[in-house]
């Protein structure tokens, strides 16, 4: 059964902090994904990375950094947190190749900023 | 800049209806239309998906309704029951690096079907 984990459910941070949200996945996945959802806006890429190492920006990156040392663990790090991060963050996986468009969701982390 | 546009945001049906959930896009170049479901507390997960080259997919009680030269694409759900209580979320492939293919999602519609 395909499984995408996040560290955790609920996580209070103070302004200014330095936050790590992980993420595991256990299909051997090539891909690995990272989306903030808020209300009305939807999903929104962050960061995304095809492989170990490698990482490319989506649409919202800034103030995010992501590492991806192996590849079943992407992590979204966010330098210095601030209120307007206070969102829910979803950890995505899927396979590589041209005919592999499905992405497997974490149950997300839902971080508040205060 | 939102390139798909999904109405509406939140839509009541009462048990047996139809839900509508129509999306609209502006990139040709997109070549995949998935719709993906979230309940709460749960990540989104795949639930249908069309590419342009057909006008309709059907998949038990959902049907996607693509319409090419109107860049628009809507989701129905026949017989709407409680347990399709939902967001919904349409999306759009909206190019690969590497073989990551990346996805731009619509707003979403909170979806309610009364007993």
């Known amino acids: 059964d395909v499984k995408v984990t996040q560290s955790s459910r609920y996580l209070v941070k103070r302004t200014g902090e330095k936050v790590f949200l992980e993420c595991v996945q256990d299909?051997?996945?090539?891909?690995m994904f990272w989306y903030r959802q808020d209300p009305g806006l939807g999903l929104r890429l962050i960061y995304f990375?095809?492989?170990?190492?490698?990482?490319e920006k989506g649409d919202i990156p800034e103030g995010y950094s992501v590492s991806r040392e192996k590849k079943e663990r992407f992590s979204l790090i966010l330098e210095s947190a601030s209120t307007n991060q206070t969102s829910m963050y979803l950890c995505?996986?899927?396979?590589?190749?041209?005919?592999?468009?499905?992405?497997?969701f974490g149950p997300g982390t839902r971080l508040t900023v205060t | 800049q939102q390139q798909v546009k999904q109405s509406p945001q939140s839509l009541i049906v009462q048990k047996g209806g139809i839900s509508i959930i129509n999306c609209a896009y502006e990139?040709?170049?997109?070549?995949?239309f998935p719709w993906y479901q979230q309940f709460p507390g749960k990540g989104p997960a795949l639930l249908i998906a069309?590419?342009?080259?057909?006008s309709e997919k059907k998949e038990g009680r959902f049907t996607i309704s693509f319409n090419k030269s109107a860049k628009q694409f809507s989701l129905h759900i026949m017989d709407s029951q409680p347990g399709d209580s939902a967001t919904y979320f349409c999306?759009?492939?909206?190019?690969?690096?590497?073989?990551?293919?990346?996805?731009?999602f619509g707003q979403g519609t909170r979806l309610t079907i009364n007993p």
């Open positions: 990375s095809y492989d170990v190492k490698m990482k």
């Open positions: 069309i590419r342009p080259d057909v």
């Open positions: 995505a996986s899927s396979t590589g190749g041209s005919g592999s468009y499905e992405q497997y």
């Open positions: 999306a759009a492939r909206g190019g690969a690096i590497q073989g990551a293919q990346k996805l731009v």
């Open positions: 990139n040709t170049a997109f070549d995949y």
């Open positions: 299909m051997d996945h090539e891909n």
